[in-house]
């Protein structure tokens, strides 16, 4: 939109200059025919002349002499031909013009220097000078060169004693044709533009004619020049039930004098729909009656603003259950303790639940069922708490629920039991009854408690009492118990500790590797490489179980270094064993503590040099979190990746920080859409809602997409219907090792996943 605005102001002025360029030569023409014309009348007593000598006066005496002293002076080419068409006398501007010495000029027939294709016409200007006083015709002269010079031959007769002769004044048009023909290509431009342009333009005068609108606006509004002939009736129309707003625009239209971004408005298109534009405007020439003229472009923007509300709730909620997630949660709890502070009587609880045995629903049933049993027991706790309570999904089967302004402890236990009651009737999915039970840990407020994250985490310290304790029942958070647990929880963490830290020795950890496909192709596009841990005695550990450990301790700059390195060394495998793999790209994680080392860009080069892999072939996820660092070395760190060739792409966008400003300041190619807004894409519209934002976002700031967790058939025609580019899931291929991988390239690439 704005190189579109510069360029149409550019044209604008380009055209004025030529405009100005033309209507001197042509005051410069006039002014030399008209002295003339007063010559020949007797009209001049004494003519003037401005040289570099200064001014010099001759008298009309002689007027012979005078008039060859004259015309030497002259701006234009001039000449003196007989009746007969022979030259008496020239000029040295107009022998300079012809490219002849003067000599050869003066005694030729005029025609011998006319253009062939226009001899015919000066023997009828000839002819029909015989008639008149005063004639002028454009035509063709022929250089000493064989070029042809556009000129204006302008005729007066002039009565010399008994003479009659000829006085021509010969004006070389090159520069105003020059100018002439710049000047429509100008015009040209800026109408295509204006005319071709996806935004919707108007041009109007002051007076508030319209004077031309595009096609844009026409199709957009649904408004012609016939149905708006005034900008009083644009505004009538567009926004005739705001009257306050019709008249603050009407009162400023008129005044600017420079490109003035006039906002948003809702307008009303002439099909009745509602529809936010935002309004540029900016001032254009005169028109030849004087009337100023401006121009105004809009914007529709109003599916970005209904994609942008919708990321800003999904900012605050969680996409799978529509529930509050821990950013609103937080935000709640963090009011609920500055009311205690307030008010020392207040009472509020925080409920710690985790469903049991979840993960085997998963494991046996599907996530796709997973998700539905999320979804109803969310509903179940929802229907089970009073209005006022907060209800909130912290992510996998957790869930808080915040409890305030309760009358008593006793209140908040009622509250517990009633939900964990709510579970006792089965949950039917998919005519399959499923018995659900769980852990829950509650903590009551104090005055301790500054923060919001103390009261959740003891919560949390109560609810793994309950599982403990044999799970489907509630504990309260005491204070021994924070001290029971936090050395339990430390001894743990020690010993995960020092496991990582000799699992990195004794090379434990292996990847596995998910394809991506193209939605629209159906071709292999890729891989994103996944660690396991291959414990000894525990078996493949997945990363959500040691991930977080590692990046406490820091062992997570080895472990990524070492992820990046094999899975850039096999990706390098691969080409070399498959032709067709040589544009396929790897796709790593990438860790926020690796990101803030200061030689995580050299270890990038030294894995690349080492294991042969062009950059073009990696392809880097980064954290959605992470983008919220306005650190400039973070800054440096993308645009030295874009520099190297690697893509960049954001991962499980749209979980908790979706900010679209950062997606047209940093150099991603890729959106990667989170997995809980895929699940219910065909029964959830707010899922669809956001996907569909997100991509048409993404699309407009030339970023392509990639869907994960697509299990069924329905979610990937729906994808590919929203034009998704690219997805992963298990409806195509679950993570596999090396072999299985391998045998996916051997059979797929280049296929159909069909």
């Not at 509602?274 to 540029?280: A, E, G, S």
């Not at 590692?550 to 700059?557: K, Q, R």
Request: proline residues 3%; negative net charge.
């Amino acid at each position: 939109m704005e190189d579109q605005e510069n360029t149409i102001v550019k044209l604008h002025q380009i055209v004025d200059e030529l405009q100005a360029e033309i209507r001197t030569l042509r005051e410069q023409k006039t002014i030399a025919q008209e002295t003339l014309q007063a010559i020949h009348l007797g009209e001049v007593d004494a003519v003037v002349v401005s040289t570099d000598r200064g001014e010099q006066v001759f008298t009309l005496h002689g007027v012979d002499y005078v008039y060859r002293l004259f015309v030497e002076q002259m701006g234009e080419g001039s000449a003196t031909v007989s009746l007969e068409g022979f030259i008496l006398y020239s000029n040295q501007k107009f022998a300079k013009l012809l490219g002849y010495p003067l000599e050869t000029v003066i005694g030729s027939r005029f025609t011998n220097f006319v253009a062939p294709q226009d001899l015919a016409k000066f023997e009828a200007f000839w002819q029909q000078s015989q008639n008149q006083i005063e004639i002028s015709e454009e035509l063709s002269l022929i250089s000493s060169q064989g070029n042809q010079i556009a000129i204006q031959l302008s005729l007066t007769q002039l009565n010399l004693g008994n003479v009659s002769i000829y006085c021509l004044i010969i004006t070389d048009l090159t520069e105003y044709k020059r100018n002439e023909e710049a000047l429509r290509e100008s015009e040209e431009r800026f109408r295509k533009s204006f005319i071709d342009s996806p935004f919707p333009m108007i041009i109007y005068a002051d007076n508030g004619e319209i004077i031309e609108i595009n096609q844009a606006w026409r199709e957009l509004s649904g408004y012609s020049i016939n149905d708006i002939p005034t900008m009083g009736n644009w505004l009538e129309s567009a926004f005739g039930e705001n009257p306050d707003i019709m008249l603050s625009l009407v009162q400023r239209i008129y005044e600017i004098d420079r490109k003035v971004n006039q906002g948003e408005y809702i307008i009303k298109t002439r099909w009745g729909e509602k529809r936010v534009w935002n309004f540029h405007s900016l001032p254009l020439s005169k028109l030849p009656d004087q009337r100023r003229t401006f121009i105004s472009m809009a914007i529709d923007v109003t599916d970005r603003n209904r994609a942008e509300e919708l990321l800003r709730r999904n900012a605050l909620y969680d996409a799978l259950t529509g529930l509050p997630n821990r950013i609103l949660l937080m935000d709640r709890i963090e009011q609920a303790i500055q009311h205690l502070k307030r008010d020392q009587n207040y009472l509020f609880a925080v409920l710690f639940l985790d469903l049991d045995r979840f993960k085997l629903i998963n494991d046996t049933l599907g996530h796709e069922t997973g998700d539905k049993v999320l979804i109803a027991c969310g509903k179940k706790f929802s229907q089970s708490v009073r209005s006022g309570d907060t209800i909130a999904r912290l992510g996998g089967d957790e869930f808080i629920i915040l409890l305030q302004d309760l009358n008593s402890r006793e209140e908040a236990i009622q509250i517990a039991e009633r939900i964990l009651n709510c579970l006792n009737l089965p949950i039917l999915i998919q005519e399959q009854q499923l018995f659900i039970t769980a852990s829950m840990g509650i903590a009551f407020s104090s005055k301790k408690i500054v923060h919001p994250t103390e009261i959740l985490s003891n919560a949390d310290l109560a609810m793994y009492d309950a599982k403990h304790i044999g799970k489907a029942c509630y504990r309260i958070f005491e204070p021994a118990l924070h001290q029971r647990t936090t050395r339990k929880l430390e001894v743990e963490k020690m010993e995960l500790e020092v496991a990582l830290s000799e699992a990195l020795k004794h090379k434990e950890f292996i990847l596995y590797y998910q394809p991506i496909f193209s939605l629209i192709t159906s071709n292999l596009v890729g891989f994103e490489a996944l660690v396991r841990w291959k414990h000894p005695e525990k078996g493949l550990i997945p990363p959500n179980k040691f991930i977080s450990i590692a990046e406490e301790t820091g062992l997570i700059i080895p472990l990524s270094e070492w992820i990046l390195a094999e899975a850039c060394h096999q990706m390098k495998a691969w080409q070399e064993q498959f032709e067709n793999a040589a544009s396929l790209r790897i796709s790593v994680n990438v860790s926020g503590r690796q990101l803030k080392e200061s030689n995580s860009i050299e270890k990038i080069d030294e894995i690349l040099t080492a294991t042969g892999l062009k950059g073009s072939n990696l392809k880097l996820e980064i954290t959605e979190s992470l983008l919220m660092e306005n650190r400039e070395s973070f800054r440096y760190f993308l645009k030295q990746m874009k520099h190297r060739g690697i893509e960049l792409s954001i991962d499980d966008f749209g979980t908790g920080y979706s900010s679209l400003s950062y997606l047209h300041r940093l150099p991603f190619n890729t959106v990667k859409i989170d997995r809980s807004f895929i699940t219910n894409i065909y029964s959830e519209e707010n899922s669809i809602n956001i996907v569909q934002a997100i991509i048409t976002l993404a699309h407009q700031l030339s970023i392509n997409v990639i869907a994960e967790g697509i299990e069924t058939e329905q979610q990937f025609r729906i994808l590919q219907g929203l034009g998704c580019e690219f997805g992963q899931g298990y409806l195509f291929a679950k993570p596999l090792d090396v072999e299985a991988a391998q045998g996916v390239l051997m059979a797929m690439v280049n296929s159909s996943i069909s």
